[in-house]
């Protein structure tokens, strides 16, 4: 395996708890993820008949808000520790 890989996937399981902070800033219960997650997967004209429009736009982008940051996060702590590991080898 690329050490590249290793290093994600070590800070993907290392940043477990980080993403639960995430989910407790994002959502305020398992209910409230759930009908989040629901949204996202309910198209945008089923949701302006039922009158729900904008309840889905903003639990949708709760929910893309959360995957992103959760991404952002390994993404920094990567680049970080790149350029440590580069500092220290050369």
């Not at 949204?39 to 949701?47: D, G, L, M, Q, R």
């Not at 309840?55 to 893309?64: F, G, P």
Request: glycine share 2%.
């Amino acid at each position: 395996m690329n050490a590249d890989l290793i290093i994600i996937l070590v800070l993907v399981v290392l940043n477990i708890p980080v993403y639960r902070f995430l989910y407790r800033l994002f959502f305020a219960d398992d209910d409230d993820y759930e009908q989040s997650v629901k949204y996202v997967f309910t198209p945008n004209f089923v949701s302006f008949f039922r009158g729900e429009y904008w309840k889905d736009k903003i639990d949708s982008a709760r929910v893309k808000f959360y995957i992103l940051f959760c991404a952002m996060a390994i993404v920094l702590e990567y680049v970080l520790l790149s350029k440590v590991i580069h500092y220290f080898r050369s």
